[in-house]
């Protein structure tokens, strides 16, 4: 997080002046450099909405273009991970479905828990991402070289990140992250070679 001597105060909270997202092209040269890409589950891979069935189950609603999103990154070698708070088959059924080796729920101190994979997989946090939507992603996104929140995220959340999808949560935010970290490595021809004819 950035330290600053100003603030300015917004109609939710106060916000440093001297806070402001990343131009384009420093977002490409941070996404340039992303070896591993973390995402909060709830208002991030979700619309943040929970539902739950007469006989207690919880649904969740997952976006196939952010699955799709996720089977690329990991495809061109970078390390996913899902880090929540929450505790749900659900969930670890998704991760399975895409693949994701590295499952971290029942997270009370994102931060730590980044900082703790980042470590068992020897990349340093400069080279990593985080994408969160809420308060409890802010110790994540503190250790992460490239914090990155949905369009929807809190407003105290937005204010503070390196960078912000225009889509929302549960629908493409994470696949627009993927797209971006994809084509800043150079490798969207490889991508599309594999989907692509001739």
Do not use: Y
Not at 79 to 84: G, M, Q
Not at 110 to 138: Q, V, W
Not at 181 to 192: K, N, P
């Amino acid at each position: 997080m950035r330290s600053v001597p100003s603030t300015s105060t917004t109609c939710c909270a106060p916000v440093s002046s001297e806070l402001r997202h990343l131009s384009a092209s420093e977002a490409r040269a941070r996404a340039a450099g992303v070896r591993l890409a973390a995402f909060d589950v709830d208002g991030t891979l979700t619309d943040g909405r929970l539902f739950f069935s007469d006989d207690g189950r919880e649904l969740k609603s997952f976006d196939v273009h952010d699955g799709q999103g996720l089977k690329l990154l990991a495809g061109i070698g970078v390390e996913i991970a899902l880090i929540t708070a929450r505790t749900s088959p659900l969930v670890a059924r998704r991760a399975a479905d895409l693949g994701i080796r590295h499952l971290i729920q029942g997270s009370h101190d994102k931060g730590a828990a980044l900082s703790a994979l980042c470590a068992s997989l020897r990349i340093e946090t400069a080279a990593a991402a985080f994408m969160g939507d809420d308060l409890p992603d802010l110790a994540a996104m503190a250790v992460a070289g490239f914090s990155v929140a949905p369009s929807n995220a809190h407003a105290w959340v937005a204010a503070r990140v390196d960078w912000q999808t225009r889509a929302a949560g549960g629908h493409g935010a994470v696949r627009e992250l993927c797209d971006l970290v994809i084509e800043a490595q150079g490798r969207s021809a490889d991508v599309l070679s594999r989907f692509v004819p001739g």
